[in-house]
């Protein structure tokens, strides 16, 4: 076992979500790569806002899919275990899964950020492959394409999360990011032993890559397309569930009401009109028998900040009547939010759609619930 390749940590991580009081089962998803691991040489970018469950089903992903053990014990139990395909393809594949957001101990440069990741990749790669001539001084992606020309059943299922991470570190020049993006194409792209790469993170590819560094990937967002909707966040129905438990195990000294969840915690859309929760706000809540503000925020919301500061294209007054509680027209491109600088309107707003901080559902944009209400007032202080 490795730490990137076959790696057991996925599979603690879910095993211990799963046993959870609040945990909601959203495991159908599988089924729904079973024929993109078939097929081969697949990829997708999932991209949500922070805190919308998109670690928790890449650690699914990777357990269900690795060799690393056996997940029968925590799948039997779960949705996917009645579908038709699932021991086919449950612990049957090599995976790579990889989180871009650990920097390690003494990482002060994109050289040492990267070097770690195939260095580590690398000596997984040597290990689980002991006959195989694997030259250390290679890139990754020569060492993986040097397997599958000795052995073609060398494939393999990666699971990347939080792709964008390494955008918003301070040691990060706009050379590093070109570079990223190329180590990504050259890892990644058009090679035999890509089963399936499954990637996700807060903000879409589309402006990183501005040629055809990433266009392998097929992208799927909140605000623009409806595949996978289901999958992040959660739905009125799952609130319901989640607060009958939360009223069982409570009884008469529970202080959140269902009311209150859906104020503080409610307001998102997906692209077809439904309506979802916070994830990890709601979990907070019910966990703590609190209604309160559990919304993080670091990095890119701080640049948001600059721009509404600045009142970038007089964004303040529309702003201020978001926080009256009314809803703004508005053009969202989402990929807006990647661009260096945010020079109109629209492109905060599809900046702030795209972090979470505004919801948009039919040309209109709005501040989505209390919670980030409260957010935007403590960050914007004397601002609006």
């Not at 995976?95 to 920097?103: G, K």
């Not at 964004?315 to 926080?323: N, P, R």
Request: glycine residues 6%; negative net charge; contains cysteine.
């Amino acid at each position: 076992m490795g730490i990137y390749l076959n790696s057991r940590t996925a599979y603690t991580l879910y095993k211990s979500e799963t046993e959870k009081p609040y945990f909601v089962d959203k495991s159908r998803m599988l089924e729904e790569l079973f024929p993109l691991v078939q097929t081969g040489n697949n990829h997708i970018c999932i991209t949500r806002p922070r805190r919308f469950g998109k670690t928790v089903m890449a650690n699914m992903i990777a357990s269900f899919f690795s060799k690393a053990c056996d997940a029968q014990p925590v799948f039997q139990n779960l949705q996917i275990a009645g579908a038709e395909d699932y021991a086919r393809y449950r612990n049957q594949f090599f995976v790579i899964h990889i989180s871009f957001n650990e920097l390690g101990g003494r990482c002060v440069s994109y050289g040492d950020y990267i070097d770690r990741i195939e260095r580590k990749l690398i000596r997984d790669l040597k290990k689980e492959f002991p006959e195989a001539d694997i030259d250390e001084s290679e890139s990754a992606a020569d060492v993986l394409l040097e397997l599958y020309a000795q052995d073609d059943a060398a494939r393999f299922v990666f699971v990347l999360d939080e792709w964008d991470f390494i955008f918003h570190q301070d040691f990060i020049t706009e050379k590093d990011k070109r570079e990223y993006l190329l180590f990504l194409r050259n890892l990644l792209k058009d090679r035999p032993y890509v089963l399936l790469a499954y990637m996700t993170g807060i903000l879409p590819i589309a402006k990183y890559s501005s040629g055809s560094e990433l266009n392998m990937f097929s992208e799927f967002t909140l605000a623009t397309e409806e595949r996978f909707s289901e999958y992040f966040g959660f739905t009125g129905k799952e609130v319901d569930l989640l607060f009958e438990r939360y009223q069982k195990k409570n009884g008469s000294s529970g202080k959140v009401t269902r009311e209150g969840l859906q104020d503080w915690y409610d307001g998102y859309h997906t692209k077809a009109g439904e309506r979802l929760y916070n994830p990890r706000s709601v979990v907070m809540s019910l966990t703590n028998n609190n209604l309160g503000n559990y919304w993080t925020s670091s990095g890119p919301y701080d640049e948001i900040f600059y721009y509404i500061k600045n009142n970038v294209d007089a964004v303040k007054d529309d702003l201020a009547l978001m926080v009256s509680g009314d809803s703004i027209p508005g053009k969202i491109c989402e990929y807006a939010a990647t661009s260096r600088e945010l020079r109109t309107k629209e492109e905060i707003f599809s900046a702030m759609v795209v972090y979470g901080f505004l919801s948009y559902e039919n040309g209109m944009v709005s501040i989505p619930n209390r919670e980030v209400m409260n957010q935007l007032s403590n960050m914007l202080g004397t601002s609006l």
